[in-house]
């Protein structure tokens, strides 16, 4: 199984302030074929469902706000939240979508400073 | 708008069984995979099960397999897990959640399954 590690497991940010969030995956999730990273970014919140922000590593889904952002590739992936809102505190997880079984990140817990 | 209702969650004693339903509305279900990932209390997220539009392709995590089914209906718009043979660790939220390209792109709303005696 590929493994998802995160880190840090929490951060507080002030609000405006930008968030930073890593994602290291135990093997790549890059294919050569289509040069595409299989791996995705979701935030949760309390209480309600995870939302897909981002795909294929850097492809913000629809309706998503351009302050979020996905880079990375291979086994290394960084999500980045550019002037934390307050909507933002929730819980952030990477996962890969590479191979089967699908596996997440244990979680990154995003709050306010 | 796309919609996914889940129904059938509860509370079961170990061993006992259990049928989560997920009805979907606001795309065409019989062209999309579909998936189930759960969640214990305070934990992050586990893949549990996915189908594919025709039911050709199954696949089940190696923590359920063996005791969980997975099925779809397509004329109803309709996403099932059978639990069988339920433990203790299987007490989670279980989310349905619609395959994109591998990813999640929409996910119900999650039912809880409580495994106590």
């Known amino acids: 199984d590929i493994v998802m590690t995160q880190s840090p497991d929490s951060l507080a940010v002030s609000l405006g302030e930008r968030a930073t969030i890593n994602c290291k995956s135990s093997?790549?999730?890059?294919?050569?074929?289509?040069?595409?990273?299989?791996f995705a970014w979701y935030q949760q919140k309390p209480g309600q469902p995870p939302k897909l922000l981002i795909y294929w590593a850097s492809t913000r889904q629809s309706g998503v706000p351009d302050r979020f952002t996905g880079s990375g590739s291979g086994t290394d992936f960084t999500l980045t939240i550019n002037s934390l809102q307050a909507e933002d505190v929730a819980v952030y997880y990477c996962?890969?979508?590479?191979?089967?079984?699908?596996?997440f990140g244990q979680g990154t817990k995003v709050e306010v400073k | 708008e796309v919609q996914l209702v889940q129904s059938g969650g509860g509370l079961v004693k170990p061993g006992g069984s259990l049928r989560l339903s997920c009805v979907v509305s606001?795309?065409?279900?019989?062209?999309?995979?579909m998936a189930w990932v759960r969640q214990a209390p305070g934990k992050g997220l586990e893949w549990v099960s996915s189908?594919?539009?025709?039911?050709?392709?199954?696949f089940y995590a190696d923590s359920v397999k063996g005791r969980f089914t997975v099925s779809r209906d397509n004329a109803k718009s309709s996403l099932y897990l059978q639990l069988n043979s339920l433990r203790a660790e299987d007490t989670a939220v279980y989310f349905c959640?619609?395959?994109?390209?591998?990813?999640?792109?929409?996910w119900g709303q999650g039912t809880l399954v409580t495994v106590a005696s």
């Open positions: 606001g795309f065409a279900f019989s062209s999309w995979s």
């Open positions: 093997q790549s999730v890059l294919y050569s074929s289509n040069n595409k990273n299989y």
């Open positions: 189908i594919n539009a025709g039911s050709s392709y199954i």
């Open positions: 996962q890969q979508y590479a191979a089967t079984p699908r596996t």
């Open positions: 959640a619609r395959v994109h390209y591998g990813d999640y792109d929409y």
